[in-house]
C-alpha cells in the first residue's frame, strides 16, 4: 500500500509517538511544534543548568508496546528511581500510599475512630446517586476520610467543588481501591505487585530527554520536526483537511498532505478549520475547560532537604499543592551536589490572581509557603525561576461529555484527520494513553483500524488497569 505524505501537529509525546512509529514504517512525517523546545507538558525546562520538569513526570505504564518504545529509544539513560511520596496535612507528614499504622498514628485514635465509623455508616448506607466526585468518594471511603485527605486537595488541584467534578473522573484514576484493602494491605502485607512498587522509570535528564531522543529519531529516519511552528489555520473541503497554514517567525508556511495528526487542544482546532464549523461545535469547543499550572522552581543552598521525590500539600493554609524535589528524581538534574532544587507547584485559571502575580511576586510567595511549611528552615533560597503552563489538565466538569461528543460527532466527517493525546481529545491521559493514541492514529494510517476513543476506557482501563488496580492513583492528580 502506498502511504501518502503526513503532518502532525504537535511534538509532545502523542506526536512524536506518531511520527516515530511512520518512520519506523518508512514513512516520512512532518511535524509543526508551536514550542521552541519538544515534549509538550512532559518537558524539561532548564535554568542555570538546573534541570525541571512541569509537575514530576513518572514513566509508568501497563501497556506493553508503550514501556518498549521508551526502553528502545532511552536504553541505558532511562534510570530506576527509587520512588517516596507523602502527603502534608495539618503539619504532619502521612505516608502515601495510605497506611493504616501511619494513619492511625498521625490522626490520633479519636479522629481514626472517626473515619472508621462514617467508613461503615456508609457502607451500610451508601449514597443512592454517584454522580460527582464527592459521592463517589464518599460511597468508598466514608465522608469522613473524604473530608480529611480528598477535598482540600482535590479543589486546590481543580479550582471547583468536588461536587461540580464527574465521578468518572474519580473511576478512571482510583479505581480498584477501598478503604478495607488499604487497611487490610497495611496489616497484613499485599500480594499485588502493584501496590509494592517502590521505583519507577525516569530519563537521567527529564522527561524532555525522552522526547529529545524521539525527535532525534524521527530526524535520521528522514521526517521533520518543525519547532518554533505554530498551526494557525487548517482548511478543508468538508470532507477532508486539504492544507495546514502555519507561522514561523514572519514567515507564514502552507503544508499539504495526505494524512493529518493532531494533538493541539481540541478547543484550539475547532477554532481554527477553515472553513469554521457550525455554532453549535463552535460552541461547544469553547465551552470545554482547562486547569492552568504554574510551578515556581527555587534553587536552595542546601545538600538535602527531605528523602521524598514529591510531597502533596493538602494543608489549606498555603497555595502550593505540592512539591517537586528533583535531585530526588535524578542527582543529574541538579549541577551542584551541594544544592537543592524544590518545583513548588501551584493550580491556578489562566487569568486568576496568582497567574497575574509577577514572577518576583510568585517567587517571594514559594518562599514564604516554604517557610510555613518548614521544608527547608533555616536555609537560603538563593534563586528561583517561574514556568506557566496553560491547559495542563482537560477538565472533567459536569458538562464536557456533552461538549466532546457534540465535537466528536462533527470531526468524524473528517476522512484524514485524526485528533490524538491529552488535550487534543481533552482526556485526562498519561503519557503512556497519550502516546498510546498516537501510535495507534499511526497504525491506522499504515492501514490497521482502532478507534483511538477507546484508549483509556476500553483498552487501558478495562482490559489491563481492572486486573492489576493502580494503588498509587488513589490521591495522585497528574
Ligand atoms: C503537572 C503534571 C504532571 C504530570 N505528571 C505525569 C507523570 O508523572 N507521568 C505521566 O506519564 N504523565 C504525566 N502528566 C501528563 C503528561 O504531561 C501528558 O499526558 C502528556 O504530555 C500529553 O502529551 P500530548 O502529546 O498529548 O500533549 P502535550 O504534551 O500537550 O503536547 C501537545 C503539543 O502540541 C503543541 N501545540 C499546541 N498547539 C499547537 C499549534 N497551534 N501549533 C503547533 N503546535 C501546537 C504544544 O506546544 C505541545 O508541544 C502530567 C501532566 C501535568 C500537567
Known amino acids: 500500500m502506498k502511504i501518502g505524505s503526513v503532518l502532525v501537529v504537535g511534538a509532545g509525546p502523542a506526536g512524536l509517538t506518531a511520527a516515530y512509529e511512520l518512520v519506523k514504517k518508512g514513512v516520512q512525517p512532518i511535524v509543526l511544534e508551536q514550542s521552541d523546545k519538544v515534549g509538550g507538558i512532559s518537558r524539561t525546562e532548564t535554568y542555570k543548568g538546573y534541570h525541571f520538569d512541569i509537575g514530576g513526570h513518572r514513566f509508568y505504564t501497563k501497556v506493553a508496546e508503550v514501556q518498549q518504545l521508551w526502553d528502545e529509544v532511552l536504553g541505558d539513560e532511562f534510570i530506576k528511581t527509587p520512588r517516596l511520596s507523602r502527603i502534608y496535612y495539618q503539619g504532619k507528614f502521612f505516608q502515601y500510599p495510605l497506611s493504616a499504622f501511619d494513619t492511625l498514628y498521625k490522626l490520633g485514635i479519636y479522629e481514626s475512630l472517626l473515619i472508621l465509623l462514617s467508613y461503615f455508616k456508609v457502607k451500610q448506607q451508601p449514597l443512592p446517586v454517584e454522580d460527582n466526585l464527592e459521592q463517589w468518594v464518599t460511597n468508598r471511603f466514608g465522608v469522613r476520610l ?131 464549523p457550525p455554532s453549535k461545535v463552535l460552541d461547544a469547543a469553547n465551552q470545554l475547560k482547562y486547569r492552568d499550572f504554574l510551578i515556581v522552581s527555587l534553587i536552595i543552598d542546601a ?70 511549611l518548614g521544608l527547608a528552615k533555616g536555609k537560603v533560597v538563593e ?62 494510517i499504515l492501514g490497521e483500524k482502532h478507534d483511538l476513543w477507546e484508549v483509556n476506557t476500553e483498552r487501558s482501563y478495562h482490559e489491563e488497569f481492572t486486573t492489576k488496580p493502580k494503588s498509587e492513583d488513589l490521591i495522585v492528580l497528574k
Open 146 to 276: 473524604y473530608q480529611t485527605f480528598f477535598k482540600t486537595y482535590t479543589e486546590k488541584v481543580w479550582g471547583i467543588p468536588c461536587n461540580q467534578i464527574q465521578a468518572e473522573w474519580a473511576a478512571q484514576r482510583i479505581k480498584g481501591l477501598s478503604l478495607k484493602k488499604a487497611i487490610t494491605n497495611a496489616l497484613f502485607g499485599s500480594n499485588d505487585t502493584k501496590t509494592l512498587i517502590k521505583e519507577f522509570n525516569y530519563p537521567l535528564l527529564g522527561p524532555g530527554m525522552m522526547w529529545q531522543r524521539f525527535a532525534e529519531k524521527v530526524e535520521t529516519g528522514g521526517g521533520e520536526v518543525h519547532l518554533n511552528t505554530r498551526v494557525l489555520g487548517l482548511e478543508h473541503n468538508n470532507r477532508r483537511i486539504t492544507k495546514v497554514i502555519a507561522q514561523q517567525g514572519d514567515n507564514i508556511l502552507q503544508f499539504e498532505a495526505e494524512h493529518f495528526i493532531s494533538s493541539m487542544p481540541l478547543t484550539t482546532l475547532i477554532n481554527r478549520l477553515d472553513p469554521a
Open 303 to 372: 545538600r538535602d532537604l527531605f528523602p521524598d521525590n514529591w510531597i502533596y500539600i493538602h494543608s489549606p493554609g498555603v497555595k502550593v499543592g505540592r512539591i517537586q524535589n528533583f535531585k530526588n528524581w535524578s542527582p543529574a538534574m541538579v549541577p551542584d551536589a551541594r544544592k537543592t532544587c524544590l518545583g513548588m507547584e501551584y493550580f491556578c485559571n489562566a487569568g486568576d490572581s496568582l497567574w497575574e502575580m509577577s514572577n518576583a511576586e510568585l517567587i517571594e510567595l514559594a518562599k514564604q509557603e516554604l517557610g510555613i
Open 383 to 444: 534563586d528561583g525561576v517561574v514556568i506557566r503552563q496553560p491547559k495542563a489538565y482537560p477538565v472533567y466538569d459536569h458538562e464536557y461529555r456533552q461538549h466532546l461528543g457534540v465535537i466528536q460527532t462533527y470531526l468524524q466527517k473528517f476522512e484524514n484527520l485524526q485528533t490524538t493525546g491529552r488535550n487534543g481529545m481533552h482526556r485526562y491521559n498519561n503519557q503512556d494513553h497519550s502516546m498510546l493514541t498516537g501510535l495507534l492514529a499511526a497504525k491506522n
